[in-house]
């Protein structure tokens, strides 16, 4: 194939949704339903001490009303961060009357309608005995605790910082985001006799399936779990959310099906958010740009009971020539929810330090910061010394610069102005690990050439089902059309979790397993196929196989690549002179990631990281009020993401990159690559066109105030 580029493939779930047809979870029709409204904490931490429900109980058409008092019976589904279960957090809702952080489930109520749900919960009283929380990185009363097993110590980091001819050393911080998917959470519950069906937005039905059955007390093979759409996830919906067995227990208590959705701002706080962070980086670097030195050291703001935490130092140490290096990762544990995974969870926040640093050093290096991260390319992943999978990190930042026009950067402060208008220009690097997980498939082509596919992977709006479909047609030679795929339903043959960026890899490695051994069996070649003309000769009018396909490079001490995909991302800011509004009218990213199965859907892949860089720079922040830990802005018109009018032009490159050892389909992830690094090449072109450095997410007009005096 060209370049190792597939082919642009519209989607081919595009029509469904654009007329609507695609069902998502609260679109699914249940016989004679109840509605479920949550009831959440408006204090940040305390107890309830009682609850008076004589005017809930009198709304027309209320049904019951749980609360710690009377919760049905659910079991613990293991907590996901902990690797031991699929669950968002540690602990099941309503199981007493503490209340830890703000927003909290602490009831919920089941009515004839949605809007009687609503009143009864509205006229529900609690009363709490409240504790001030402590909400935030700094408040007085937060624990810390360390994580030895993150901790990376490699050569001797303090003589490294004392030789080295030129050093930096920055604190840097990253805000709490939101992932606000378009689609709002929502649950449907259904038993049938001993069977129960769930309907869920999900990027894992297997691990909901799992946990629920844990939840439940249940046979596994009693639950189904279905979510053929998702509106959006961004890690939002990759673990199981605490009141998906509540909506289940009430179904079964009350004996019909259960509807519940989440507002918008219940989904701020009743499930997971990227944590803010706080890192310390330090460098140092000899004449000629090399660093030998690197550490880097972060915290992270994490719930009372449980210890999560996605830790960027793995990604951060394998960027760049360092023979010195030191990482540690501390927990904060605050009044506040359990963080989850949010769209490349460690890298983002950890490469905003990691990519400022390194323009930072660049300033004090007088270098180029382009030169400086070729100068600093290694072959070899410095932390445990194994070769990468490939990687094209320098040829990323040749295209991506040439299709910029950086040959044309004039490095000193405020050199680029136009009018009113102060131009900057920055740079950073962009990285996402490789992770794949086993997957099973199950592939059956008949013999009027139309095939199908069957796996309980997750198409998150990203193009899962085309990509699928493709793998097909690549293999058999039938068209596109042709191939029928079936996602999002617990009942098929086991999937990864939609997360990490594993989907592609892992899945199309799955299904080119299955097709190659039908190939084998039929004696055909890839690519060309007749399956009438060959399936008639066997007898045969369909042919099936299943299998289950297991990666061969995942983690551990024996583990002998090192596998991840590179990029290179180019901004232009302009900041108005007097007002300080920043813009990014221009943006380039170049990205090479092995095999590409689908050239526009990757497309848009990098496209939608990039804003979301942009965002995470400029705009995103739930924003925390310190004396309530509520998030104050938990709503989509405060809390502000990039619109059109925010993006400008805006440029993929697909570089192209052939990787034989990553995995058999010879694919690398995508889906969070591009945000990587993004917010870092913003602050870093505010740093060009202001001589303002902020060593902060999000970077406002207050941050950027000229001195007046
Ligand atoms: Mo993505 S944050 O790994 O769902």
Known sequence: MAANIGSSQSRIDGRLKVTGDARYAADFVVPNPLYAHLVTSSIGKGRITAVDDAAARAVPGMREIYTHFNHPAIQPAGFFGAREGAAQQGWRPLAGPDVKFYGEIVGMVVAESLLAAREAAAALKFTYQSET??????????????????????????????????????????????????ELFATTAHWEGEDLTVYVPSQWVKGFQSGLAKNLDL??????????????????????????ALVAAAARDLKRPVKLYVTREQGFTVASFRAETRQEVKIGAQKDGLITTFVHKGHELCSRPDTYAVNGTKSTTRMYHAKNIQTGVTVVHADRQTPGFMRAPPETPYFFALESAIDELARELNMDPVQLRVRNDVDHDPVRGVPFTSRSLVECFKQGAEAFGWPKYQPEIGSMTEGDELIGWGVATATYPTHMSPCAARVVLDNIGEARVQVASHDLGTGAYTVFAQAVHNKFGIPVEKVRVDLGDSR????????????????????????????????????????????????????????????????GPGEKWAAYAFGAEFVEVRINRFTREIRVPRIVGAFAAGHIMNEKTARSQYLGGMIWGIGHALL??????????????????????????????????????????VNPAGIKGIGELSIVGTAAAVANAVYHATGIRVRKTPIRIEDILPDYS
């Open 492 to 555: 098929l043959p086991p999937g990864t979790i939609a997360g990490g960026s594993t989907t592609t890899a892992s899945t199309v490695s799955a299904i080119g397993m299955a097709c190659d051994r039908i190939l084998k069996r039929l004696g055909a070649q890839e690519g060309k196929l007749d399956p009438q003309a060959v399936l008639e000769s066997f007898g045969q009018s369909s042919i099936e196989e299943y299998v289950e396909w297991e990666p061969s490079l995942e983690g």
């Open 133 to 182: 929380p402590a909400a935030t990185l700094d408040a007085e009363g937060v624990e810390l605790e360390e994580l030895p097993d993150k901790a990376i110590s490699v050569g001797d980091v303090e003589a490294g910082l004392r030789e080295a001819a030129h050093r930096i050393s920055h604190t840097y911080t990253t805000a709490p985001n939101t992932h606000n998917a378009m």
């Open 620 to 661: 995103e922040i739930s924003e925390v009020d310190p004396r309530t830990g509520a998030y104050a802005n938990a709503n989509i018109s405060e809390y502000l993401i990039p619109v059109n009018a925010d993006i400008q032009q805006i440029e993929a490159i697909l570089v192209p990159e052939v990787d034989d050892k």
């Open 219 to 244: 046979d596994e093979n009693r639950i189904r779990v279905f979510s053929p759409y998702v509106g959006g996830a961004f890690g939002g919906k990759g673990s199981l959310f605490s009141w998906t």
